[in-house]
């Protein structure tokens, strides 16, 4: 048999059998998924458990009760998006497509959060347009929805929004769970990884904490919004999942967690559909008590606020 026969051999086997046994493989944890140029970059999250909720007796606002805690068991892979969903992103979006979302937006005025007319994620009271590297403010449940249908269109994958369960435990990072926070115990240890309402919020007139708290002991060293990945990411490679803007998340919202709330890492949706859907994570103006993986955030699907975006998930079935 000639030398030539063998190589031809080789490299037949080299082109077309790999690709079929790569087609069954599912992309290993850690990797980082693109599936168009201006897509947006995705992290492989591992399966594994978790206690979902938490019983505190330090809650500020014993009305929003995070508990029973649950074990939630999830055993696939998935793939989230590696920092939220940012300005330049849903551009594309809403440009390819026409998409006209609300032309109001809840915003911080010095005085207190008013639905201001034309503003919106275009305009998210920022006093300057926001940034394409910026995640996108004042972005509804409903737009992430449509964002998401063109995206899926777009690439022919399978895109939705994390459950809570998924975005507690990525938000966790493969960590115990016994933390009050995501990085630990310690308030002041936010802004190695989360963009929070912190000193640095004091350095501009008026101060644009919105609510009568005292920031956090830190400095991230942003007033306002962070850029996308600005601080350090989590365990699991995801950027942002604490502060920077409230994360919209696929569940309805009810407290306490019910008797049939899904274990296996879906979603809760509830008989009758939803009135309020979760949202997670807070924002860079929240107080510090709502900067935990564990609170629950409940707002209409058509809410917009200044501090209000998305991140995106992808199934790898």
């Known amino acids: ?86 300005t330049g992103q849903f551009k594309e979006f809403a440009d390819a497509t026409g998409y006209v979302a609300n032309d109001t937006c809840n915003i911080w005025n010095g005085n207190g959060i008013t639905q201001t007319p034309n503003t919106g994620w275009r305009n998210p009271g920022y006093g300057r347009p926001p940034a394409d590297n910026e995640p996108g403010g004042c972005l ?16 022919g994958k399978t895109y939705r929004l994390l459950t809570e369960s998924e975005w507690e435990y990525t938000a966790r990072a493969g960590t115990s769970g016994t933390s009050l926070y995501a990085w630990g115990d310690k308030a002041e240890d936010a802004c190695k990884t989360a963009n929070v309402a912190d000193l640095s919020s004091k350095k501009v007139k008026p101060p644009i904490i919105p609510r009568p708290f005292p920031p956090v002991n830190c400095d991230d060293g942003f007033p306002f919004i962070a850029p996308a990945g600005s601080l350090q ?9 604490i502060g920077s803007l409230w994360e919209w998340v696929a569940d309805c919202y009810v407290m306490p967690y019910p008797a049939n709330t899904p274990t296996d890492g879906s979603a809760y949706l509830g008989p009758d559909g939803c009135n309020r859907r979760v949202s997670k994570g807070a924002s860079w103006s929240a107080d ?13 699907v058509t809410l917009t606020s200044q501090i209000f975006g998305f991140r995106i998930a992808r199934d790898l079935k």
């Open 140 to 155: 509804s449940w409903n737009d992430a929805d449509a964002y998401i249908k063109w995206l899926s269109a777009k690439t």
């Open 288 to 300: 510090i008590n709502r900067q935990i993986p564990t609170f629950r955030g409940r707002d209409p």
């Open 233 to 241: 990411p989590n365990a699991y490679g995801v950027y942002d999942m």
């Open 1 to 86: 048999m000639s030398k030539a026969f063998i190589t031809a051999i080789i490299l037949y086997l080299a082109v077309f059998s790999t690709p079929a046994i790569a087609a069954g493989t599912l992309p290993k944890p850690g990797s980082v998924l693109k599936d168009c140029p201006t897509c947006p970059e995705l992290v492989v999250i591992p399966p594994g458990s978790f206690t979902q909720g938490r019983e505190r007796n330090d809650v500020a606002e014993p009305v929003r009760y995070e508990g029973p805690p649950h074990l939630v068991k999830i055993g696939y892979s998935f793939a989230v998006g590696k920092t939220e969903v940012t």
